[in-house]
C-alpha cells in the first residue's frame, strides 16, 4: 500500500480524501502525522497555481506522492470576490458561519442578477520535484439570500444551484459531488491515482 499525503492540515479535507480513496491501494496521511509542521505560503494568483505550489511544496519536504487542493467561491456583485481569499474573508480564524453572515451583510439589497456566483476547485498531484496531475473544475449558480441547509461546509448553505432548486447545503453529498467543483475535480483526481498506481507508481 502506498503513502499519499494530503497537503492540508484540515481535518475534514483528510476525512473526505480517505473516502475518495476507498478501494484505492493508498493510505492517506496529513502533514502533521509526518512532522511537516510549516506550510508554504499561497503566492499564486489562481486556484490551480497555489494548489501546485502546495503540492510541490510537501512533496519535497516529505518525498511521498502529494495532493493538495484549492478552491473558492467568485461572486459577480464582489468583482470575482472573495475569490482566492475565500477561507480569509472575515479575517483569519472566522468560522463558516461568520464568514457566510458576513457575505449576505455584503451583498445586501443586491438584485438576483447580481448575485450570479462560481465555486471552484483546482487540484494537483506532485512526487518529489514533478507535477503529475492538474485538474480545475467549476459550478456556476447563486447566492441565496438566506442560509439554507445543514449538509457541506464553508459556503454550501448559501451556494443556490437552479437545477436543484436548493442550495448545496440543502442536499446529501452524493447528489452535490455529481456536479459540484470539487466532486468533478476529486473524480479525475481519483482517475489518476487508480491509473498511477495501476501504471507500478
Same mark, same amino acid.
Request: proline share 5%.
Given at each position: 500500500?502506498? !503513502?499519499?499525503?494530503?497537503?492540508?492540515? @484540515?481535518?475534514?479535507?483528510?476525512?473526505?480524501?480517505?473516502?475518495? !480513496?476507498? #478501494?484505492? $491501494?493508498?493510505?492517506?496521511?496529513? $502533514?502533521?502525522?509526518?512532522?511537516?509542521?510549516?506550510?508554504?505560503?499561497?503566492? #499564486?494568483?489562481?486556484?490551480?497555481? @497555489?494548489?501546485?505550489?502546495?503540492?510541490?511544496?510537501?512533496?519535497?519536504?516529505?518525498?511521498?506522492?502529494?495532493?493538495?487542493?484549492?478552491?473558492?467561491?467568485?461572486?459577480?456583485?464582489?468583482?470575482?470576490? $472573495?475569490?482566492?481569499?475565500?477561507?480569509? /474573508?472575515?479575517?483569519?480564524?472566522?468560522?463558516?458561519?461568520?464568514? @457566510?453572515?458576513?457575505?449576505?451583510?455584503?451583498?445586501? #439589497? !443586491?438584485?438576483?442578477?447580481?448575485?450570479?456566483? &462560481?465555486?471552484?476547485?483546482?487540484?494537483?498531484?506532485?512526487?518529489?520535484?514533478?507535477?503529475? /496531475?492538474?485538474?480545475?473544475?467549476?459550478?456556476? #449558480?447563486?447566492?441565496?439570500?438566506?442560509?439554507?441547509?445543514?449538509?457541506?461546509?464553508?459556503?454550501?448553505?448559501?451556494?443556490?444551484? $437552479?437545477?436543484?432548486?436548493?442550495?448545496?447545503?440543502?442536499?446529501?453529498?452524493?447528489?452535490?459531488?455529481? !456536479?459540484?467543483? &470539487?466532486?468533478?475535480? /476529486?473524480?479525475?483526481?481519483?482517475?489518476?491515482?487508480?491509473?498511477? &498506481?495501476?501504471?507500478?507508481?
Amino acid at each position: 500500500m502506498s !503513502v499519499l499525503l494530503l497537503a492540508s492540515q @484540515n481535518p475534514g479535507k483528510l476525512g473526505e480524501m480517505r473516502v475518495l !480513496v476507498d #478501494g484505492l $491501494p493508498f493510505r492517506v496521511v496529513g $502533514p502533521r502525522e509526518i512532522g511537516i509542521a510549516n506550510a508554504p505560503d499561497e503566492t #499564486g494568483a489562481s486556484f490551480l497555481e @497555489n494548489a501546485t505550489i502546495k503540492a510541490l511544496a510537501y512533496a519535497r519536504a516529505s518525498g511521498l506522492l502529494t495532493v493538495a487542493d484549492d478552491s473558492g467561491l467568485s461572486v459577480d456583485a464582489l468583482d470575482g470576490g $472573495p475569490g482566492l481569499y475565500s477561507s480569509r /474573508f472575515g479575517g483569519e480564524g472566522a468560522s463558516d458561519l461568520e464568514r @457566510n453572515r458576513l457575505l449576505l451583510e455584503t451583498l445586501r #439589497g !443586491v438584485p438576483r442578477e447580481r448575485r450570479r456566483a &462560481r465555486f471552484t476547485s483546482a487540484v494537483a498531484v506532485a512526487k518529489d520535484a514533478a507535477v503529475l /496531475f492538474q485538474a480545475e473544475e467549476s459550478v456556476v #449558480g447563486e447566492i441565496a439570500e438566506e442560509m439554507r441547509g445543514a449538509s457541506g461546509f464553508g459556503y454550501d448553505p448559501l451556494f443556490f444551484y $437552479p437545477p436543484f432548486g436548493k442550495t448545496f447545503g440543502e442536499v446529501p453529498r452524493e447528489e452535490k459531488d455529481r !456536479v459540484s467543483h &470539487r466532486g468533478k475535480a /476529486f473524480a479525475r483526481l481519483r482517475d489518476f491515482l487508480a491509473g498511477w &498506481r495501476e501504471a507500478g507508481g
